[in-house]
């Protein structure tokens, strides 16, 4: 029902910046609540970031706070997040979700639908 477009990733040094986008189509964007996932090679994949669908409510892994900013705008129906002082252990494909509704916002069982990722690679 939901299609969920990732772009932004790439390649980029320790120390520096990316910004993702994460565009859908097909439902009413401002239904959803949001959410960002990475999985590196050989791990699980891990909750990153997720926001609500009015923007109330945010919340960050650990590893990634004050680092990383999850933003949306339900105007364009589009989800961003916002990476700075990226590093090696960042290396991961993200993956966009969106839920109907989330409780905790840090599960994967909580999203409904999810796009394909796209690859953010950090070298040292």
């Known amino acids: 029902q939901v299609h969920l477009v990732e772009s932004g990733g790439g390649l980029v040094q320790a120390g520096g910046s990316l910004r993702l986008s994460c565009a859908a189509s097909g439902r009413t964007f401002s239904s959803y609540a949001m959410g960002w996932f990475r999985q590196a090679p050989g791990k699980e994949r891990e909750f990153v970031s997720a926001?609500?669908?009015?923007?109330?409510?945010?919340w960050y892994a650990g590893s990634v706070k004050g680092r990383f900013t999850i933003s949306r705008d339900n105007a364009k129906n589009t989800v961003y997040l916002q990476m700075n002082s990226l590093n090696p252990e960042d290396t991961a494909v993200y993956y966009c979700?969106?839920?109907?509704?989330?409780?905790?916002?840090?599960?994967?069982?909580?999203?409904?639908?999810w796009g394909q990722g796209t690859q953010v690679t950090v070298s040292s």
């Open positions: 926001i609500t669908r009015s923007g109330s409510s945010i």
């Open positions: 979700a969106a839920a109907h509704g989330v409780i905790v916002g840090t599960r994967r069982d909580e999203y409904d639908y």
